[in-house]
């Protein structure tokens, strides 16, 4: 790698780490992803290789308590990492941006979020694909899947709407299909998971 500079060193971190395999497996959804760890681990790899450092600086942009449907309080963290790239030969260096949150009941929901920042910063930045699903969490999706009787009522209420192309979220309160794109970022920005406008109004009214 002599006599290059850090964009040439980055486009070789890209191609080692073009694709990432799904070892990990969400026992509630029944659906397999890209762990943290297999994803941290192979870009870790490239950039030693690359001699490449990396240092991580983590913001905490939002701690909160949320009320899950079941009625338990559970703490909301989104998190903003700043990760700075330095070529070990040049010096030259290159920042690159994530944000994640995290959901737990105990004193795990910082660390969940900053895994995800990372681990989506480096992602996003290198095009790493993977075919991925969100960020799986089972006690959690066990949690939000308790259903009262008003999400009952809604769910009769709403018919599911097909949305055009492959990816189809669904509300995790209620399993209605949300096909505004922009109502599934307010909901993940604000709530950590994707809820329609109705299941969003009763999120806030229960926290």
Request: aromatic content about 6%.
């Amino acid at each position: 790698m002599e006599n290059t500079n850090i964009a040439k060193k980055l486009l070789a971190v890209m191609a080692e780490c073009a694709y990432v395999a799904k070892n990990g497996l969400n026992s509630f959804h029944k659906y397999k992803y890209a762990t943290a760890e297999d994803v941290l681990q192979k870009v870790n790899e490239s950039l030693t290789k690359n001699k490449i450092a990396c240092v991580a600086v983590p913001e905490l942009i939002e701690f909160t308590d949320v009320t899950n449907l079941k009625g338990n309080i559970e703490h909301l963290a989104t998190v903003k990492v700043e990760i700075t790239l330095i070529d070990g030969d040049s010096g030259e260096e290159v920042k690159i941006y994530g944000i994640g949150s995290g959901q737990d009941a105990g004193d795990k929901a910082v660390m969940k979020a900053q895994t995800a920042a990372n681990k989506y910063a480096y992602m996003l930045s290198f095009c790493i694909a993977t075919g991925d699903d969100p960020e799986a969490d089972s006690k959690t999706d066990e949690n939000n899947y308790a259903e009262p009787q008003n999400n009952i009522k809604h769910r009769a209420a709403v018919k599911p709407q097909p949305k055009a192309g492959n990816n189809i979220i669904t509300c995790t309160g209620c399993g209605n299909v949300i096909t505004n794109d922009r109502v599934v970022e307010y909901s993940i920005k604000n709530f950590g998971r994707p809820l329609c406008r109705e299941c969003q109004k009763t999120a806030i009214k229960a926290a």
